[in-house]
């Protein structure tokens, strides 16, 4: 990550401990494969706010998710 600002830099640290604090959690959730620090996407475009990125088996839409397995 040595090509991003400091404070992008910065923020994916902190999105890294979220992720480390939270494996086990993430780990009980069906469908999900992995999880990353990323940038949002929106209409397809990357943007410069940094998030986790949680990649699942199949996208589903926020309605057909029970409550237990949503991601907050």
Same mark, same amino acid.
């Given at each position: 990550?040595?090509?991003?600002?400091?404070?992008?830099?910065?923020?994916?640290?902190?999105?890294?401990?979220?992720?480390?604090?939270?494996?086990?959690?993430?780990? =009980?959730? /069906? #469908?999900?494969?992995? +999880?990353?620090?990323?940038?949002?996407?929106?209409?397809?475009i990357p943007?410069?706010?940094?998030?986790?990125v949680?990649?699942?088996?199949?996208? =589903?839409? /926020? #309605?057909?998710?029970? +409550?237990?397995?949503e991601l907050?």
């Amino acid at each position: 990550m040595a090509h991003l600002h400091p404070d992008v830099h910065a923020h994916f640290e902190e999105l890294k401990g979220a992720l480390a604090r939270n494996a086990a959690r993430l780990a =009980r959730v /069906p #469908g999900v494969i992995a +999880a990353r620090p990323g940038f949002r996407m929106r209409d397809g475009i990357p943007t410069s706010e940094p998030v986790i990125v949680v990649t699942v088996l199949a996208k =589903r839409a /926020p #309605g057909e998710l029970p +409550a237990q397995q949503e991601l907050h």
